[in-house]
């Protein structure tokens, strides 16, 4: 049947996303797992998933299989089968080459490809009809993320007694940036299928409203967007932020434990035990202003005003989107500048960039943000970026320094972190040594008032006002976690 005749299925809350939280894992004896993939969504969702009969609804991450759904730690997963051509065209393609880099500000510039456009409104149309064959009469449906843009109105087609749901985690650009898209209308149109969307920034929100009375007229009044109906009537549509966080205590509960504070002295130690460490940590993604860090860092070594006797860089740069050119390009840009400053002023028992190319443990992650004095977050535009909120919540002993760049999503909230613009290179050595020299005393004013802010949002309380808000209170699925 097509997607405008599904059976409605037994779930109540229903979760689509492009990924799966499992991962499938096929070892070399041929047997065959699933794996949970421990994201923070997955952990804020969990509990209602399991109170409320929760169904996830995504791609397990292997191409040109078909799986059946089944149960995962007591949540129903519902696998969508991508082909390679598929993951080539929806989502290296018009995914992560088209939406990503228009999204993020044109930092590169987007590829547009009508068949890269026509396999996104097939595969998106795949998703709206596993998801709408999953929910229950009345269900509520929350769609994730710029892959899926399509959904909520495709499912809305399908099924107009769901309650739908969306949520992007990326940033929405200003109107003169979006209108480059030549399926413009076409996208404002799939998101407006929902009854709330959801966004990180008010800027974000603000930039979708606008889009929306330039390019249909419609009136929208603070978060309220009134779609007309058929009837001469009104649909109303919520646009607000709600600004995504992390477990917080899951954090922090793993930074007190011996063995991963044993493990950050190592660090320290093997890194020759320098002043100051500071980290980057990053998906290798041109969003994330890894170049500008190193220029920065790189020009502080060259004047003089650091010495690599007593300071090393540590990054991690976790591989990302490898089979698309524009990533490939940035990891020899990047990685020819590490070079160039290790080279230049490595010794043989002081490293001056410790650049690591891989995907570490989240144990590791941990202990790398407690060896941190100074974390460095320098995007150049990011939704939120989960990283600067992990190391506050890591830093329970009230020490340590954000860098905080103003074009992620996080400065809105993280106020009192050293705020910088990443393009401003005088600007951001000047707040590199700032955050280096800083006195203990203003490092833990400014730590407590940054844990305060993360510990009062985090990622439970963040999906709890989500669902609240698209459910009116009233039909949230039981077993919120309160905080
Ligand atoms: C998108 C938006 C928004 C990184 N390397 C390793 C590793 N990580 C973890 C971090 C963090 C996550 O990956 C990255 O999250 P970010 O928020 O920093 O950035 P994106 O991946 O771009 O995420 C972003 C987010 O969605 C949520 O809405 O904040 O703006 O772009 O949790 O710790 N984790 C492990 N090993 C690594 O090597 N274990």
């Known amino acids: 049947p097509g997607p405008d005749s599904v059976a409605p299925g037994h779930f109540d809350l229903v979760v689509v996303s492009n990924r799966l939280p499992v991962d499938y894992e096929l070892d070399e004896d041929g047997t065959e797992s699933w794996r949970t993939s421990p994201g923070g969504l997955v952990t804020a969702l969990e509990p209602m998933m399991r109170a409320s009969d929760g169904a996830w609804v995504g791609w397990p991450g292997v191409a040109d299989r078909e799986f059946e759904p089944f149960e995962n730690d007591g949540i129903s997963i519902v696998p969508v089968r991508l082909s390679t051509e598929d ?114 920034r008010l800027a974000d929100a603000g930039n979708f409203s606008r889009a929306v009375r330039r390019l249909f007229g419609y009136s929208t009044r603070g978060v309220a967007v009134d779609v007309p109906s058929q009837n001469g009537q009104h649909r109303r549509v919520i646009a607000k932020h709600f600004p995504i966080s992390i477990d ?67 990054q991690v740069a976790s591989p990302s989107r490898e089979r698309v050119a524009t990533y490939m390009q940035l990891r020899d840009e990047i990685e020819l500048a590490v070079g160039r400053v290790n080279g230049d002023y490595s010794t043989i028992s002081h490293t001056a960039i410790s650049y690591h190319h891989h995907g570490y443990p989240r144990e590791e992650m941990v202990a790398l943000y407690l060896a941190a004095d100074v974390m460095l977050v320098t995007a150049l535009r990011d939704g939120m970026n989960l990283v600067a909120k992990e190391y506050v919540a890591v830093r329970y002993d009230g020490d340590g320094v954000l860098v905080l760049s103003e074009f992620a999503g996080a400065a ?25 020299t800083m006195p203990k005393r203003e490092r833990t004013r400014r730590m407590r008032a940054l844990r305060r802010k993360v510990f009062d949002n985090d990622v439970a309380t963040w999906s709890a006002a989500f669902l609240q808000t698209l459910t009116g209170g009233a039909a949230v699925p039981s077993g919120v976690p309160e905080n």
């Not at 099924?159 to 413009?184: K, S, T």
């Not at 809105?412 to 280096?436: R, T």
């Open 87 to 200: 993951l080539e065209l929806y989502y290296e393609g018009f995914s992560n080459d088209t939406l990503w880099p228009l999204y993020h500000d044109v930092i590169a510039s987007p590829s547009y490809h009508r068949e890269w456009w026509e396999a996104y409104v097939q595969v998106n149309r795949r998703f709206a009809t596993a998801a709408a064959a999953s929910a229950a009469p009345g269900a509520t449906v929350w769609v994730h993320d710029y892959q899926l843009q399509l959904v909520p109105r495709m499912l809305r087609d399908a099924r107009p007694d769901l309650v739908i749901g969306f949520f992007n985690h990326i940033p929405f650009p200003p109107y003169g940036i979006f209108a480059q898209l030549p399926w413009r209308k076409q996208i404002l149109d799939g998101l407006l299928g929902a009854d709330l969307i959801g966004f990180q």
């Open 248 to 314: 917080a205590e899951a954090y922090e509960e793993m930074a007190k434990r011996p063995e991963i504070q044993e493990r950050a002295r190592q660090i320290r130690e093997d890194l020759g035990n320098p002043k100051t460490i500071m980290l980057g940590v990053d998906r290798l993604d041109y969003t994330k202003g890894i170049g500008h860090r190193i220029k920065a860092f790189g020009e502080l070594l060259a004047d003089g005003t650091l010495s690599v006797e007593d300071v090393t860089l540590v």
């Open 412 to 436: 809105d909230e993280l106020k009192q972190a050293v705020l910088i613009n990443p393009h401003d290179i005088d600007g951001m050595k000047a707040s590199i040594m700032k955050a280096m």
